[in-house]
């Protein structure tokens, strides 16, 4: 199966390009074919091939990882900030969470079988990563995290009734085109961190800098939510076994994140030229 773009180079058509040794991904449409060759190996019995509905089960699941993860980093940030205590430990906790999530993501892309244990692990440590940093953004531009929330489910929302619609598609090109254009957009916030870390890099989540890459970034997202639809609808209707069903929850579920992260910057980077 043609593997779907997500969040922070998380995706499995990023993961197809890391296993390529970072050559141009094909991004190529999933067809018959392709799928055959990855469910065939070994025999389906019938009436244990993957539904909608499985899916559906699984994105529930790690929802409610996410959400768990991110009530306590809310509420860590809550506690300190009442308390007037530093924030740099907890930052840093939710770094390494951020750090361990991303592994946890590249290695799960990697299985032949994304691992439901690590798809809810991965949940929760991005959870707390987000809590964290919506925490943080709260205290400073109160509302924020409605604000993030509402904005995301509005572009889940589009993205949905327009590719129920037949109007939203890709082709290969565009995914090749995109593949590009996500590398080089990860790579540019990687390389901003690692200079942050040493006083340099500038803020992404403030001003007009940040409203243009939260603009692109959300851009990205909804194109990767396209992606995870066309792949799980092709997944059903070619019989995958219920066990793919975490794979097409894991890679909606990181598109789902990608966006919220990229409202969150976009929200911010406009309030701060608000203010």
């Given at each position: 199966m043609a593997r779907n773009s997500n969040p922070v180079f998380n995706s499995a058509s990023f993961q197809d390009q890391l296993k390529a040794g970072m050559a141009a991904n094909s991004f190529e449409t999933p067809t018959a074919g392709s799928l055959e060759e990855m469910y065939a190996q070994r025999p389906v019995p019938q009436g244990s091939t993957m539904t909608m509905q499985d899916v559906l089960n699984k994105v529930l699941l790690m929802a409610l990882g996410v959400l768990a993860g991110g009530l306590a980093g809310w509420v860590a940030v809550?506690?300190?900030?009442?308390?007037?205590?530093?924030f740099s430990t907890l930052m840093?906790?939710?770094?390494?969470?951020?750090?361990?999530?991303?592994?946890?993501?590249l290695v799960n892309q990697f299985r032949r079988e994304a691992s439901p244990a690590l798809s809810m692990l991965y949940s929760v440590l991005e959870g707390f990563l987000l809590g964290t940093l919506t925490g943080v953004l709260e205290i400073v531009y109160p509302g924020i995290a409605l604000q993030a929330v509402l904005g995301t489910a509005a572009v889940f929302t589009v993205v949905m009734i327009g590719y129920r619609?037949?109007?939203?598609?890709?082709?290969?090109?565009?995914?090749?085109?995109?593949?590009?254009?996500?590398?080089?957009?990860?790579?540019f916030l990687?390389?901003?961190?690692?200079?942050?870390?040493?006083?340099?890099?500038?803020?992404?989540?403030?001003?007009?800098?940040?409203?243009?890459?939260?603009?692109?970034?959300?851009?990205?997202?909804?194109?990767?939510?396209?992606?995870?639809?066309?792949?799980?609808?092709?997944?059903?209707?070619?019989?995958?076994?219920?066990?793919?069903?975490w794979r097409c929850a894991f890679g909606l579920v990181l598109s789902i994140v990608w966006?919220?992260?990229?409202?969150?910057?976009?929200?911010a980077s406009l309030r701060s030229l608000a203010d």
């Amino acid at each position: 199966m043609a593997r779907n773009s997500n969040p922070v180079f998380n995706s499995a058509s990023f993961q197809d390009q890391l296993k390529a040794g970072m050559a141009a991904n094909s991004f190529e449409t999933p067809t018959a074919g392709s799928l055959e060759e990855m469910y065939a190996q070994r025999p389906v019995p019938q009436g244990s091939t993957m539904t909608m509905q499985d899916v559906l089960n699984k994105v529930l699941l790690m929802a409610l990882g996410v959400l768990a993860g991110g009530l306590a980093g809310w509420v860590a940030v809550s506690r300190l900030a009442a308390s007037g205590s530093s924030f740099s430990t907890l930052m840093a906790l939710a770094g390494g969470a951020g750090i361990a999530a991303l592994v946890i993501g590249l290695v799960n892309q990697f299985r032949r079988e994304a691992s439901p244990a690590l798809s809810m692990l991965y949940s929760v440590l991005e959870g707390f990563l987000l809590g964290t940093l919506t925490g943080v953004l709260e205290i400073v531009y109160p509302g924020i995290a409605l604000q993030a929330v509402l904005g995301t489910a509005a572009v889940f929302t589009v993205v949905m009734i327009g590719y129920r619609s037949g109007k939203f598609r890709t082709s290969p090109k565009s995914r090749r085109i995109v593949s590009i254009v996500a590398m080089a957009f990860v790579g540019f916030l990687l390389i901003n961190w690692v200079l942050s870390l040493f006083g340099g890099g500038m803020n992404t989540f403030n001003g007009w800098i940040g409203v243009g890459i939260g603009l692109l970034g959300i851009g990205l997202g909804a194109f990767f939510l396209v992606t995870d639809f066309e792949d799980i609808q092709t997944a059903v209707e070619n019989g995958a076994p219920k066990s793919f069903a975490w794979r097409c929850a894991f890679g909606l579920v990181l598109s789902i994140v990608w966006i919220y992260v990229e409202m969150l910057r976009l929200i911010a980077s406009l309030r701060s030229l608000a203010d």
